[in-house]
């Protein structure tokens, strides 16, 4: 019955990696987002997708690539893997393209990134 | 740009005790505003939103949110707190970005409750 889920939920790497993160949501929702939580709680979007296709792409450093192969799922993608991408990386969803209406979105329980 | 700011990083109450935890935002337009809570280690929840209509709004579990326009506020509050209670407390607006209306957090508020 899981709504957004996310895997894995704890990831620890070596810097220079490449790693991936995935997001499943069974809402039916259209709009999937990632956001990233800093140390200091701190949550900032990232990217957004409305039916596959990016709506929202904040600066983000062109490592992190976001892959959505159907609008139920959305990946998000890290070569090179920095100290400071270390963070808690939230994926969420919502029903519609939310500016369109009051929609709330549902967060998956977040993906621990350590980067050593 | 938007913004969102929670004054308080920490706040400590007694277990029974009324709550209050302070939101302000900035925002050209009419914001849509929401509270999530983040127990350790979960996920973010919603607790409450607001978009249009009586600024008094009422969520889940016990509590409320008022929005005052002239104050750029929306204040969370709960009369009787209970220690499950504890947990990080996130304001949020949704504004406009281009062709989208993303959510932008405040820096969250640390709740402990004291038995």
């Known amino acids: 019955d899981t709504a957004v889920s996310q895997t894995p939920k704890y990831l620890v790497t070596q810097m220079g990696n490449d790693k991936s993160i995935k997001c499943e949501q069974n809402?039916?929702?259209?709009?999937m987002y990632w956001y990233k939580q800093d140390s200091k709680k701190f949550l900032k979007i990232m990217f957004s997708y409305n039916n596959k296709e990016l709506i929202i792409n904040e600066t983000v450093p062109n490592r992190f690539s976001p892959k959505s192969p159907d609008k139920a799922h959305l990946n998000l993608h890290i070569n090179s893997l920095e100290l400071g991408d270390s963070a808690v990386y939230f994926c969420?969803?919502?029903?519609?393209?939310?500016?369109?209406?009051?929609?709330?979105?549902?967060f998956g329980p977040g993906t621990r990134l350590t980067v050593l | 740009a938007q913004s969102v700011t929670q004054p308080d990083i920490h706040i400590t109450v007694s277990e029974g005790a009324s709550l209050e935890l302070r939101c302000n935002y900035s925002y050209g337009a009419t914001p849509y505003l929401f509270w999530y809570v983040q127990s350790p280690g979960q996920g973010l929840q919603l607790l409450l939103k607001y978009f249009s209509g009586d600024t008094l709004v009422q969520g889940i579990k016990g509590f409320e949110a008022e929005f005052k326009r002239s104050q750029s506020s929306f204040n969370l509050r709960k009369p009787s707190v209970h220690w499950s209670d504890a947990a990080e407390y996130f304001c949020?607006?949704?504004?406009?970005?281009?062709?989208?209306?993303?959510?932008?957090f405040g820096s969250g508020t640390q709740l402990t409750v004291l038995p």
């Open positions: 809402l039916g929702h259209d709009t």
């Open positions: 949020a607006v949704g504004a406009r970005s281009g062709s989208a209306r993303q959510l932008t």
């Open positions: 969420a969803s919502s029903p519609g393209l939310a500016i369109f209406s009051t929609d709330t979105q549902y």
